[in-house]
């Protein structure tokens, strides 16, 4: 092997076990509104209180997805129940969706009068830093 190829052998190696370890520190999955899945007449404001999200977490989404569907959009859309700009719409009934970005993500259920009854999930993430692989907390 010339000195060349060792460097690029060597960085591939690093490039993958760079990946690998990033993919590792990605977090849990946390399942929205728990038994209850994500449903009509539940207040997820509740379920999100005493709960800590991290980035790389995944929010995991269970419902009949012949009843409802999850629209990712804008904090006025969270307030007034907007479905007319949405960012993303998830409708598979066993979504995933990772929380990629600290600050505040924002969903409704789509379906008429389902976010007017409380099918509505904010959820804010406040700290990006301070956090191992094994996603503890270092540093706060
Ligand atoms: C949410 O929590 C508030 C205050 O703790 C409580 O009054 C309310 O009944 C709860 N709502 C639901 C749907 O559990
Ligand atoms: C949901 O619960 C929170 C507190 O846990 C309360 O502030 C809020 O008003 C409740 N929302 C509804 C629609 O009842
Ligand atoms: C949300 O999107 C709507 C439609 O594009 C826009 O009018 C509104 O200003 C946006 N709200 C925020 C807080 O950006
Ligand atoms: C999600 O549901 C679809 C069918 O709607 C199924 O094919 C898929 O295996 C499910 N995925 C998981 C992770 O449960
Ligand atoms: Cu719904």
Redesign the pocket.
């Known amino acids: 092997m010339t000195m060349f190829h060792r460097q690029r052998w060597l960085s591939s190696l690093i490039m993958f076990l760079l990946s690998s370890f990033m993919l590792k520190s990605d977090g849990s999955n946390r399942i929205v509104g728990d038994s209850s899945g994500w449903e009509l007449?539940?207040?997820y404001t509740?379920w999100t209180q005493g709960r800590e999200f991290h980035v790389g977490d995944v929010l995991v989404l269970n419902y009949n997805r012949d009843q409802h569907n999850v629209m990712q959009v804008n904090s006025t859309a969270y307030v007034d129940c907007g479905r007319d700009n949405y960012i993303s719409l998830f409708n598979k009934g066993n979504d995933s969706i990772v929380i990629s970005e600290v600050g505040e993500h924002w969903f409704i259920c789509a379906v008429d009068g389902h976010c007017e009854n409380g099918q509505k999930l904010l959820i804010k993430i406040l700290v990006a830093c301070c956090y191992s692989t094994k996603g503890t907390l270092i540093n706060s």
Do not use: K
């Open positions: 007449y539940t207040n509740n």
